[in-house]
């Protein structure tokens, strides 16, 4: 059989350009890979959801017919959240699916995020699914391709388990993506006043990119705050699996502080439970959870590793700074950036002032995330030299689980190679501005030191 375009095999999930990196005829390949590896795992059916993107019908009928063909039954949950997908392995009884998504690619990007067994397949897994569906180690039948309408299922779950003290009055951004099919809905039913903006389905993203990790997205969600009288707003990514937010007065709440003010509440519930949280994350999160009698677990960055490492311990809570968060105390412990909004509105509610709350989370002068493109391979290459020869002065550790954290007493840099494109991405964060650009200018030292002619974004 034909080989694969190995470009489109990431490290948690599929990702390519649709109709030149990923065809139909391709994503058909992998699911009858799918379906295989589900038979051989004892699995009897695959639910299979799609973002709102253009290509969705399309390339989800294609892995539905892909997995048929091994033998396994498709359940279509259509056009759904990647949460809502995920809920239906749960809901279903299945314990496989896959959510076809671009997440928060530009809108010709489309992609499959895979779960078979209860397990989130990365790395190597990934690898072996390229190899069997290239080697025809296939399994043939004729499974059954059926609908399922989980949605409602998925909202009265979350009614059930979330509750406000008080109806609270919001400003909602959903980026054109798939949110913004559900979330309205499901808020109000929590006793939400919505302010909705760019909640209509569009694969275009016509107004801004789906990505509320970027400042520059959440633009309209502050400018919205200043002329309603909207006490929150939020902001949801293109397939619903993170969340952003910003406070009354426009600051940025960041992932790692956000999962502060979750660690304090289900720690409360869980004492001594163990909170992951990915390298990128504030060096003022481990003393939080520990003043707050839980166990900090540094990790690598990525859905799949950080959900893989939550069964592995069973801990109660995880969070990413791209925004991804896990719950496993009252949830699934899979990401789901509705589920998140929801839990932080519940504990906002309950609080006096919840800006006030949300402000007074320990911060400290930091850098957004920076990246170094280079040619594929290189990222590797570069940080395998930075761990090896790099000079940091005054360094207290070196963290190597993913990429090379270098803690010092004011602060930290990080650089690590990103799994999904050819970049490094950087990191810094410091006491005070002084300390941040020191911290910086030994990063800068070391980089230049290992990678001659290198161009820095600091």
Known sequence: MSQLPAEIFKAYDIRGIVDKSLTADIVRRIGHALGSLAAEQGQKAIAVGRDGRLSGPELAGALMDGICAAGIDAIDVGCVPTPVTYFAAHELGCDSCVSVTGSHNPPDYNGLKMVIGGTTLALEAIQDLKRRAESGNLKHGQGERRAANVLPAYVEKIIGDVKLARPMKIVMDCGNGVAG??????????GCEIVPLFCEVDGNFPNHHPDPSKPENLADVIKALKETDAELGIAFDGDGDRLGVVTKDGEIIYPDRQLMLFAADVLSRVPG???????????????????????????????????KKLKETGAPLAGEMSGHTFFKERWYGFDDGLYTGARLLEILSRAVDGNSLLKNLPNSPSTPELNIKMAEGEPFAIIDKLKADGQFSGALEKITIDGLRVEYADGFGLARPSNTTPVVVLRFEADNSAALERIQGDFRQALKGVWPGIELPF
């Not at 099919?181 to 929590?190: D, G, N, S, T």
Request: proline share 7%.
């Open 273 to 307: 439970g163990m909170i992951i949280y990915d390298v990128k994350c504030t060096r003022l999160l481990a003393p939080w959870i520990k003043q707050h009698g839980g166990v900090p677990l540094m990790w690598n960055t990525g859905h799949a590793l950080v959900k």
């Open 181 to 190: 099919a559900i979330a309205p809905e499901l808020f109000k039913r929590l």
